[in-house]
């Protein structure tokens, strides 16, 4: 699995370099999120109760999405030796069911001597490019260059 993982050392990413993915948010997600989590609300469980709420269904949790952005981290930009120090969100809109994500980072500052990055992050709907959430990451590099 690791041949699909990068593996990018702070010599090797720019300010502007920017990794991207898309997701399909899925029943099967949210209860395996909720399992993990124990977040059972009923707006992530019950697509009738969310809807009696006013959304289109199941709502994704926003720490599932966070999530989607390790992912991004650790597999995509810089990917295998990333380690997330920080991360601030702000969730602008919610994700359900059946909704297709886009996940976007883009490198704000890279350090090779501190051997760090920081990068503005998006997450949108891949069909209407409306922001779902937006935010910065500060990461490091583990080992040795």
Not at 96 to 124: H, K, N, P, Y
């Amino acid at each position: 699995m690791t041949g699909l993982v990068a593996g990018l050392r702070p010599r090797d990413i720019e300010i502007g370099q920017s990794a991207r993915f898309e997701h399909r948010v899925t029943d099967d997600d949210l209860d395996r999120y909720a399992a993990l989590t124990g977040d059972i609300s009923p707006l992530h469980m019950d697509a009738h109760f969310a809807r009696s709420r006013g959304f289109r269904g199941r709502v994704a949790h926003g720490t599932f999405l966070a999530g989607l952005v390790s992912r991004l981290f650790g597999v995509h930009l810089p990917g295998r030796d990333c380690v997330l120090h920080s991360m601030s969100v702000k969730w602008v809109a919610p994700a359900c069911v059946g909704d297709r994500v886009v996940v976007v980072a883009t490198v704000t500052q890279i350090s090779v001597e501190a051997a760090a990055m920081a990068a503005e992050l998006t997450i949108t709907l891949a069909e209407t490019g409306a922001v779902l959430a937006k935010g910065k990451v500060q990461a490091g590099f583990t080992g040795s260059d």
